[in-house]
């Protein structure tokens, strides 16, 4: 087979090909002229004077391309072609051919040759098929790639979130002891001079112990958001009705004291962590319960089933939510209000919303100002 002296310029390629290239060629002429043209372009050019030699070859190497002589003594292209194909269909082949019959033609393309080309060879022509040919396996190289890019980013995100975890729950189980020994001090300070201190000191001392009890809760809430992932229970059948009932004892006293009224279905039962689940409901109510407006606050819980899940609402009557708000609702340490002495960690809905992400459901608010809120949230039905 002979080539025209002609160069393969970079206009006839897009980028450099990182594949390798069999050459199976009887003129040694030609297979010198080829592999100098392809040397360039291709990442690895392996090079054959007959087809057995060229079928060893490809069984060792595994070559991406081959360009195969049609006519060759010992195995000519047809039958060393129709053994690749065999072993490897995917392999695309370029048949080289100095016969223009069709009757050769069709019998190339009977075994599966994906192109060919009529000597002498053109060089542009040739890359352009080896371009066409080579496309989808450089697409599928890339997506596997960033497959690959894309799994190597979750590992290394997984295990940055998991030692964050580690050294939440470390921190706010460390920090307690100390908070603790703080907080006694403050209260037999106050009890020794009981009657002692001045108005300014005994507020300062009262500041300080509110400050504690802040901390101790904040403490709480953020060792509860750090182990919703890790530590948990298995999940157990839940009727609704009994889930709200343990998180209403939770908040006996809050209950008494704010006289509040919840109507909520018993049936529902959902699929889930029992302490999780309870903890949700039981943040929801003592989120209606701060939130509250001048009226004594009225929760109404209703359930429907969609596909295979609870759809709940909690909707209560109090103060209600600016919609520029709601973006900000479920991440952590948001506040809706500045911290006072009844403000929660600003982790209780950033909570609920990433207990509900490992049971697979989802929550939104609705709300307007004075018009109280709408928590819409979804369980897996049991």
Not at 221 to 227: E, R
Request: proline content about 5%; some cysteine; aromatic content about 6%.
């Amino acid at each position: 087979m002979a080539i025209r002296s002609e160069a393969v310029s970079n206009e006839c390629i897009r980028e450099p090909m990182e594949f390798s290239v069999l050459i199976v060629e009887d003129d040694a002429i030609t297979r010198e002229a080829l592999t100098r043209e392809l040397g360039g372009i291709a990442k690895t050019v392996y090079c054959a004077s007959d087809g057995r030699e060229g079928l060893e070859l490809f069984r060792k190497h595994l070559p991406e391309l081959v360009i195969a002589d049609m006519r060759m003594p010992v195995m000519d292209g047809i039958a060393m072609s129709r053994t690749i194909k065999s072993e490897s269909p995917d392999t695309p082949i370029i048949m080289s051919t100095a016969y223009s019959e069709s009757e050769s033609i069709l019998e190339a393309c009977d075994i599966g040759i994906d192109g060919y080309v009529v000597k002498p060879v053109r060089a542009k022509k040739l890359v352009e098929i080896m371009e066409r040919l080579l496309e989808p396996l450089r697409l599928q190289r890339e997506a596997d790639d960033q497959r690959k890019a894309l799994f190597r980013q979750a590992q290394q995100l997984s295990r940055s979130n998991a030692e964050l975890e580690r050294f939440t729950r470390s921190a706010s189980h460390d920090l307690q002891e100390p908070l603790q020994a703080v907080s006694l001090c403050l209260q037999l300070l106050k009890k020794r001079n009981f009657g002692g201190l001045d108005g300014d000191t005994s507020q300062l001392l009262e500041e300080a112990m509110e400050s504690c009890h802040y901390m101790g809760r904040f403490l709480r809430a953020l060792s509860m958001y750090a182990q919703v992932d890790t530590n948990n229970q298995p999940f157990e059948n839940l009727a609704i009705g009994e889930v709200i009932e343990s998180a209403r004892a939770r908040l006996k006293g809050q209950l008494c004291y704010s006289d509040v009224h919840i109507d909520y279905p018993a049936t529902p039962v959902v699929s889930g962590d029992p302490r999780q689940i309870i903890q949700v409901f039981t943040q929801l109510i003592d989120n209606a319960i701060k939130f509250r407006s001048h009226e004594s606050p009225h929760i109404v819980v209703t359930a429907s089933r969609v596909d295979g899940f609870w759809e709940f609402i909690f909707r209560d009557n109090g103060i209600g939510i600016e919609e520029s708000a709601f973006p900000g609702l479920f991440i952590p340490f948001q506040r809706l209000v500045p911290r006072c002495r009844n403000s929660g960690s600003g982790l209780g809905l950033a909570l609920v919303a990433r207990i509900l992400e490992r049971h697979g459901g989802k929550i939104r608010v609705e709300s307007k100002p004075g018009m109280g809120s709408s928590f819409i949230f979804t369980l897996p039905a049991a």
